[in-house]
């Protein structure tokens, strides 16, 4: 037992003073007189027995009734902690989409702030952090405000970062008692971070379904003049077949459907044609399974622009007039005297490939058009000398040309990871004809990143980052008498490639909480401010201005999917469509089970409701005042009924 005014136990000494008071109180005698002084002796020893027991009985009484009282005002109680010291618990609680699943009681996340509510003790403060968000120092009435606020976000925070957020508060409050809990459904988590002697409580939330079926990515394919050829990825997370429907809309008006047998935990594809007229489409999946969230996909086809290309040269003809055809590319040839700055200020993409002299004015204006976005590639001719391309390569800053060598090299590393070649090669090729060249420019560029390498491993085709843009450099001519590379099978997807990654394609859709890029074709005033709206949104994404275009990036808005406007004033400059991210659709969760036998300091508890039963019986306190009172009343009493019939 443990008291709150410890220093009033001293008044326990004063019950010594009623103690005196009987062993040393006089009696008063009063004579009676009697007839008969028989019986005297037998009278006088029974009243001395009689008077001796009430007086030490009453003496109990009082003690009793006193000490009570003094325990009473000393508010003696019992607890399992300290009580001088002050709580902080730290909720993490999961709002990211998963959490809109159903359980047996309605969606995860919404009976999860029911019960926290309910439940909550209101004694200390409480940390409460979401994947979005973090408030510190809250009450209890300031705790249940702000969960009534918590809205699901694509932002999906991962453990890691939760822990050491909480590891920093914990070494701030040491003063404290610390509680955590986390409250989640724990999707796509293996294992959880190092806890050190932390008491952590679990609580997971699971589905009550355990099958799901998504679209997990939409790509076009041989794309008639008329109609969008669709293949649609379906994914069934589960362990049976299972017959889906998929329907294309527009608005209301119905373009498409059909059904597949989706054999369990695969992927499978199924084609859709639609119609060119119709640009936003929505796909949606019949079944009603774990997560709805991801049974809507939303499409918004773009017009493809053509991309600007450039060719500086003094040639007629060129391997690139095959690669840069009319249906994607508007490829300009000009000689270095033909060219205008309002002719650079329209490109996205610039090839030179002469030996004519470069003003230094142009190779200034083709500096300022890679460091604002541009990407340009520097072929050398069989003309070319060593002090002409470092004279061009000295204006960027990339390195230097430090010998013109003429030697037979194969070109036998394809660097498969770089951005140019990804996804080209269905698989690393290893017996494959390599092309070979006859002369070609040694040199030092420390910034540069291979595209194709020589067998002596020294760079054929590289890339140099330069402000915003990029620079690709080419260590031999590209002519039929230097080398066969222009025959190669390699020379298209580098060439076609380059210019197709200069200019940010927009997709047919982007996915919520990652970072997009998104690129507009539009130019604009610098003071002018690109809005992104949807039906319940309005925000300002961070934006860059180019001559040309304007650039977006996107990460933690918007918050839900659907359509959006890209909108400059009143006027739409492109609509484009968000879908909930791929990840949120798994049904893997941790076994959190298996962390109680691994971890003693790990609690989990199956209901919100057990776990703040479980912080409540840790902060509670048990008082014993008035257990105390009623016993000073009660010996107070008895003194009473003593004195009257003793």
């Not at 007086?55 to 000490?67: I, W």
């Not at 991962?158 to 809990?181: C, G, H, M, P």
């Not at 290309?309 to 033909?338: A, M, N, R």
């Not at 290893?430 to 910034?447: E, I, K, L, M, S």
Request: hydrophobic content about 40%.
């Amino acid at each position: 037992m443990q008291f709150k005014h410890p220093e009033i136990l001293y008044a326990l000494f004063a019950l010594l003073i009623p103690v005196l008071i009987h062993l040393f109180q006089l009696q008063r005698f009063v004579t009676t007189r009697f007839t008969n002084v028989k019986f005297l002796k037998q009278i006088e020893q029974q009243t001395r027995k009689s008077s001796r027991l009430k007086k030490y009985l009453v003496l109990a009484a009082r003690l009793l009734a006193f000490a009570a009282i003094i325990i009473a005002f000393a508010q003696p109680y019992f607890a399992k902690n300290d009580v001088s010291r002050s709580w902080n618990t730290r909720i993490y609680l999961d709002n990211s989409l998963s959490m809109k699943a159903k359980g047996n009681q309605g969606e995860l996340l919404k009976k999860a702030v029911q019960d926290l509510a309910e439940n909550i003790p209101g004694k200390g403060t409480y940390n409460l952090i979401t994947n979005d968000d973090v408030q510190t120092d809250l009450n209890k009435e300031q705790l249940i405000d702000a969960l009534k606020n918590t809205t699901y976000t694509p932002v999906n925070s991962t453990l890691e970062t939760v822990f050491l957020r909480i590891n920093q508060w914990a070494s701030k409050q040491k003063d404290l008692y610390q509680n955590t809990l986390l409250i989640s459904d724990f999707q796509n988590i293996k294992s959880i971070p190092d806890t050190g002697n932390q008491v952590i409580s679990l609580v997971q939330l699971l589905p009550e379904k355990k099958f799901n079926i998504s679209i997990d990515s939409v790509f076009t394919t041989d794309t008639s003049p008329d109609n969008f050829n669709l293949n649609i990825v379906l994914h069934n997370r589960g362990n049976k077949t299972v017959k889906t429907g998929i329907t294309a809309l527009d608005k209301d008006i119905i373009l498409a459907k059909s059904t597949i047998d989706l054999a369990q935990n695969s992927l499978q594809t199924l084609p859709l044609i639609i119609p060119k007229t119709h640009r936003d489409i929505v796909l949606k999946i019949s079944d009603k399974d774990c997560y709805l969230f991801d049974n809507t996909y939303y499409l918004s086809f773009q017009k493809t622009a053509k991309i600007q290309v450039l060719l500086v040269t003094d040639q007629e003809h060129s391997f690139l007039d095959k690669i840069y055809t009319p249906d994607e590319f508007h490829l300009i040839k000009k000689s270095p005297k033909q060219i205008s700055f309002e002719l650079l200020d329209r490109q996205q993409f610039i090839v030179l490939n002469t030996d004519l002299k470069i003003t230094d004015v142009l190779l200034n204006k083709l500096k300022s058009f890679v460091e604002k976005g541009g990407s340009l590639v520097m072929i050398p001719t069989a003309k070319s000398s060593v002090n002409g391309l470092n004279n061009r390569y000295n204006s960027f800053a990339l390195g230097k040309i430090t010998d013109k060598i003429t030697d037979s090299l194969l070109i036998t590393q394809i660097h498969f990871s770089h951005p140019i070649l990804k996804n080209v090669f269905e698989k690393k090729i290893r017996n494959f004809q390599y092309p070979a060249v006859h002369t070609y420019f040694d040199g030092f560029f420390p910034n540069e990143k291979p595209i194709l390498s020589f067998e002596n491993n020294q760079s054929f085709i590289s890339e140099v980052q330069v402000g915003k843009g990029k620079v690709y450099l080419v260590a031999a001519a590209l002519d039929k008498k230097t080398g066969n590379f222009t025959q190669s099978p390699l020379v298209v997807p580098v060439f076609y490639n380059m210019a197709k990654q200069s200019f940010l394609q927009t997709q047919l859709s982007y996915r919520l909480g990652k970072q997009n890029k998104i690129s507009v074709p539009k130019k604009m005033e610098n003071e002018s401010v690109v809005h992104l709206v949807g039906k319940q949104s309005d925000f300002i994404p961070r934006q860059e201005i180019y001559p040309d275009k304007i650039i977006l990036y996107t990460d933690a808005s918007p918050r839900s999917s659907g359509f959006y406007q890209i909108k400059n004033k009143d006027t739409i400059l492109q609509n484009i469509a968000y879908n909930t991210p791929k990840e949120e659709s798994k049904l893997q969760y941790l076994q959190v089970n298996d962390l109680v036998k691994a971890h003693k300091n790990i609690l989990v508890f199956t209901q919100v409701k057990d776990s703040m039963t479980h912080l409540a019986n840790l902060q509670s306190v048990q008082s014993y005042f008035k257990w105390f009172v009623l016993m000073a009343l009660f010996f107070l009493l008895i003194e009473m009924l003593l004195l009257k019939f003793l």
